[in-house]
């Protein structure tokens, strides 16, 4: 069965643009959660997707959004980047809500100058 | 609100020996559940071991184990025969079930030595 799967695995944006993260979970698993992970923050969970609907929601400003598709693939979105947003943006896909038996993608590299 | 605190930011271990990870949390909550995931160098974080805060038996999987002090907000890693592949960065994690929120601690580098 193949992994969680994250694109692009790197970015570079420029302050104030926006950018779209891609992530597809193991198959059969309809909860994907969305975790920001730095150096100086260390990993924060952003929000969670279950069934095309967002469950939970970390406390991150609403430049940060998701969504879910049918197919459980998720999106996550960042408008108006930050030099802060800078970061290595990991999903994780589980079978049911929550976050109980979480597997996680190898992540995307987001770099804004 | 909740909070995972790892004091040890690295540590290091001789190949085959015993090391401990800490790991200390705070919370209002009884019942819940904690996690050790270990993220290696340029690989994706998988989960080592988990402890739902109901059981009082520590959890146990192959050569890694905790100790779970519910009193005392402890949830800490033991890696026995530890190997080259146990270098990695280790983190600690709780899950509330009530709120359905994820926290992590700010991770323990390993180190290996050969």
């Known amino acids: 069965k193949a992994g969680v799967t994250q694109t692009p695995r790197y970015l570079i944006k420029t302050r104030g643009q926006q950018v779209t993260l891609s992530c597809s979970p193991i198959s059969g698993h309809r909860s994907v959660s969305w975790y920001q992970q730095t150096p100086g923050q260390g990993l924060q969970f952003l929000f969670e997707y279950f069934s095309e609907t967002q469950r939970n929601k970390g406390n991150f400003p609403g430049r940060f959004s998701g969504r879910q598709f049918s197919n459980s693939r998720s999106e996550m979105n960042v408008s108006t980047l930050e030099l802060g947003d800078s970061a290595l943006y990991l999903c994780?896909?589980?079978?049911?809500?929550?976050?109980?038996?979480?597997?996680f993608g190898p992540g995307t590299r987001l770099t804004v100058t | 609100a909740q909070t995972v605190t790892q004091s040890q930011p690295e540590m290091s271990v001789q190949e085959a020996e015993t090391v401990t990870l800490s790991c200390t949390y705070d919370?209002?909550?009884?019942?819940?559940?904690l996690f050790w995931y270990k993220q290696p160098p340029s690989r994706q974080m998988i989960l080592v071991i988990r402890q739902e805060a109901y059981k009082q038996q520590n959890a146990t999987e192959n050569r890694f184990s905790v100790n779970f002090q519910k009193a005392a907000k402890s949830f800490s890693l033991k890696i026995s025969d530890s190997q080259l592949g146990d270098t990695a960065m280790y983190f600690c994690a709780f899950m509330t079930l009530t709120g359905n929120q994820f926290y992590f601690g700010t991770g323990t580098s390993l180190t290996v030595i050969p």
């Open positions: 919370t209002s909550e009884s019942n819940y559940y």
């Open positions: 994780a896909s589980s079978l049911v809500q929550g976050f109980d038996e979480q597997y």
